[in-house]
């Protein structure tokens, strides 16, 4: 089963390394299978959703890419909202299955804002409860079936009880949490294991020296 993955890449002062993380996002998605349909939309510089106090929208665009989805995403199927410091190392279509209206990563005891999988008929309503309830507050209402992603599958790097080898075996990593500057790093070392099959970790060797 296909999804639209939907992430935003905010064009501001200080955020090279979420350019970076960005772009190393995008050319993931597009190496476990070549598959059309990847657009580009540049959103207006004016564009300032309000924040309120919820902490789950003010990280990384993730309240303009909510936004984005509101006003411009009609799908049918599933619709997979992602911070753009997330990575594909395996193709995603295996994660969205089954009988949930939205799906979500364990971080922890927490769900992981950063890396959410809705129903397109339901969308509309998360992105209004998520604005004010937050993700955990969703996920608690009772208004959603919520599932979460297979074991192992979406995981986020700042864990403390994941391993470089639990990231390595992942189909989605997530290094939001950590400093931009090792956000980056780490996201290049994985891309590159991943593009060159480099099983042993000689990338993420070289960035350790």
Known sequence: MTALVLSVVDEVKGSRQWRACG??????????VVRGG?????LPAATKPMLGENPDLKANGRARLHQFAREHTR????????DADCLALRNLDHL????????VARSGKR???GFVAVRGERLGEYLELVEVLGL????GSGKFSVGDFERGEVLRAGDLAVTVEDLANAAVVHFGGLKPEMNQ???????????????DGLFFDMLES
Request: aromatic share 10%; net charge negative.
């Open 38 to 42: 990847l657009s580009e939309v540049e």
């Open 75 to 82: 799908s049918a199927g599933w619709v997979i909202l992602a």
């Open 96 to 103: 969205v299955s089954g009988k949930s209206e939205l799906l």
């Open 111 to 113: 769900c992981d804002p």
């Open 185 to 199: 790093k780490l996201a290049f070392a994985f891309h590159m294991m991943a593009v060159y099959g480099d099983k």
């Open 23 to 32: 772009k190393l996002w995008v050319a993931s998605l597009l190496l476990p």
């Open 136 to 139: 955990e507050g969703v996920v």
